[in-house]
Nanobody, 114 residues
Framework: QVRLVESGGGLVQAGGSLRLSCTVSAKIFTIERGWYRQAPGKQREMVAIITRGGSTNYADSVKGRFTISRDNSNNTVYLQMNSLKPEDTAVYYC?????????WGQGTQVTVSS
């Protein structure tokens, strides 16, 4: 069974930083990894994605503040979040895309206080 295990969420003051990690429990070949978030009362939105080759794409709201990276050797993806704002408060979900399936993590809460 494939599981995505996320860690690194928490409570931080505005202007602070957090680093999220997400590891896949099984040895699967992923072509793309991503981070999404969902704030209360809002739809889930893309935050950042990274291909196996290292190409990245970011939501406009996080460009210049967040950095996505991946370690293919241990199937882990990271999200470094700097200069956090209260509007970044949400549950953050990671995913892992193979050629046939898309797996999701259980989510980790990020709360930014003003």
């Amino acid at each position: 069974q494939v599981r995505l295990v996320e860690s690194g969420g928490g409570l931080v003051q505005a202007g602070g930083s957090l680093r999220l990690s997400c590891t896949v429990s099984a040895k699967i070949f992923t072509i793309e990894r991503g981070w999404y978030r969902q704030a209360p009362g809002k739809q889930r939105e893309m935050v950042a994605i990274i291909t196996r080759g290292g190409s990245t794409n970011y939501a406009d709201s996080v460009k210049g503040r967040f950095t996505i990276s991946r370690d293919n050797s241990n199937n882990t993806v990271y999200l470094q979040m700097n200069s956090l704002k209260p509007e970044d408060t949400a549950v953050y979900y990671c995913n892992a895309r193979t050629t046939v399936f898309l797996y999701w993590g259980q989510g980790t809460q990020v709360t930014v206080s003003s």
